[in-house]
């Protein structure tokens, strides 16, 4: 196949114009039929850049946009650790342990003495047993509020024992408790007999109010109604709440007086009278 061309370019091979990919021979007159594969591409040579000896050897910047190149002084720098704001780990004291969720001082109430008596096995110990011998002797000193408390930590102090003795510990504490048990009990009676008593003698020891003003126009009304006589009675402001008796004055329009003796015959303040 030859193409008869004028004002052609010299010999050699060029794009074949048919579209196979390849390179085709062109005699300086026309397309042959010669067809290659045309050669790969020579590699890019890397143009070397010259450092200006004013400034010595330069020094190979940190990788990443804006980061400053490392002191050589300091060593090469540690990789920082994963997360936003976190510090790279000490090479010297190995990979961190994981944080242990903290739930602070406070003892969740579930594992409380008072709460489970189960809790807490472990040490082998009978806290209960021991507070509760404590306060049942400031039960028998009269405690009212000691003798129940100390019967609630003895029968805690009790059940804690059997725990133990159930896990494989000595039932410690379980004296105590028993101990415990029957001190705040006597400790609670005795509480009971003292407050008793001092409510009865704050009873008798109450002394009986008397209204003297009632008791004047009592008598004025009494002695009208049992000798017709209308008189004004006037009793002793000195008398003492809870006499055993006492006198009043009874006087008339006339002027004259007549005593009236007033006997109290009670506790409650209940009281007699009659002219003496």
Same mark, same amino acid.
């Given at each position: 196949?030859?193409?008869?061309?004028? +004002?052609?370019?010299?010999?050699?091979?060029?794009?074949?114009?048919?579209?196979?990919?390849?390179?085709?021979?062109?005699?300086?007159?026309?397309?042959?039929?010669?067809?290659?594969?045309?050669?790969?591409?020579?590699?890019?040579?890397?143009? @070397?850049? &010259?450092?200006?000896?004013?400034?010595?050897?330069?020094?190979?910047?940190?990788?990443?946009?804006? @980061?400053?190149?490392?002191?050589? *002084?300091?060593?090469?720098?540690?990789? %920082?650790?994963?997360?936003?704001?976190?510090?790279?780990?000490?090479?010297?004291?190995?990979?961190?342990?994981?944080?242990?969720?903290?739930? +602070?001082?406070?003892?969740?109430?579930?594992?409380?003495?008072?709460?489970?008596?189960?809790?807490?096995?472990?040490?082998?110990?009978?806290?209960?047993?021991?507070?509760?011998?404590?306060?049942?002797?400031?039960?028998?000193?009269?405690?009212?509020? %000691?003798?129940?408390?100390?019967?609630?930590?003895?029968?805690?102090?009790?059940?804690?024992?059997?725990?133990?003795?159930?896990?494989?510990?000595?039932?410690? +504490?379980?004296? *105590?408790? *028993?101990?415990?048990?029957?001190?705040?009990?006597?400790?609670?009676?005795?509480?009971?007999?003292?407050?008793?008593?001092?409510?009865?003698?704050?009873?008798?020891?109450?002394?009986?109010?008397?209204?003297? *003003?009632?008791?004047?126009?009592?008598?004025?009304?009494?002695?009208?109604?049992?000798?017709?006589?209308?008189?004004?009675?006037?009793?002793?402001?000195?008398?003492?709440?809870?006499?055993?008796?006492?006198?009043?004055?009874?006087?008339?329009?006339?002027? %004259?007086? &007549?005593?009236?003796?007033? @006997?109290?015959?009670?506790?409650?303040?209940?009281? &007699?009278?009659?002219?003496?």
């Amino acid at each position: 196949m030859t193409t008869p061309t004028t +004002g052609n370019p010299p010999a050699g091979w060029y794009t074949d114009p048919a579209g196979s990919g390849g390179e085709r021979w062109f005699d300086g007159a026309g397309w042959t039929e010669h067809v290659q594969t045309p050669p790969p591409p020579a590699p890019a040579v890397p143009t @070397q850049f &010259t450092p200006d000896p004013r400034f010595g050897p330069a020094t190979p910047a940190a990788g990443g946009f804006g @980061q400053a190149a490392p002191d050589p *002084r300091f060593g090469p720098a540690a990789p %920082a650790a994963g997360g936003f704001g976190q510090a790279a780990p000490d090479p010297r004291f190995g990979p961190a342990a994981p944080a242990a969720a903290s739930t +602070g001082w406070i003892q969740p109430v579930e594992n409380h003495y008072l709460v489970n008596t189960a809790a807490n096995l472990d040490d082998g110990k009978n806290t209960p047993a021991r507070v509760a011998l404590v306060v049942s002797v400031l039960a028998m000193l009269g405690v009212p509020i %000691a003798g129940v408390a100390g019967i609630v930590l003895a029968v805690v102090g009790l059940k804690r024992a059997t725990r133990l003795e159930a896990a494989g510990w000595e039932p410690k +504490g379980r004296g *105590r408790a *028993r101990w415990a048990m029957g001190l705040s009990i006597v400790g609670l009676v005795i509480s009971s007999l003292l407050v008793a008593n001092a409510v009865r003698g704050a009873l008798a020891d109450a002394v009986p109010t008397l209204d003297l *003003r009632a008791m004047e126009t009592e008598i004025a009304a009494g002695v009208a109604e049992q000798a017709g006589v209308t008189v004004t009675v006037q009793c002793p402001d000195t008398v003492v709440d809870g006499a055993t008796s006492f006198q009043c004055v009874a006087v008339d329009p006339a002027g %004259a007086s &007549t005593t009236v003796n007033v @006997q109290v015959v009670d506790d409650a303040g209940g009281w &007699t009278w009659q002219i003496g």
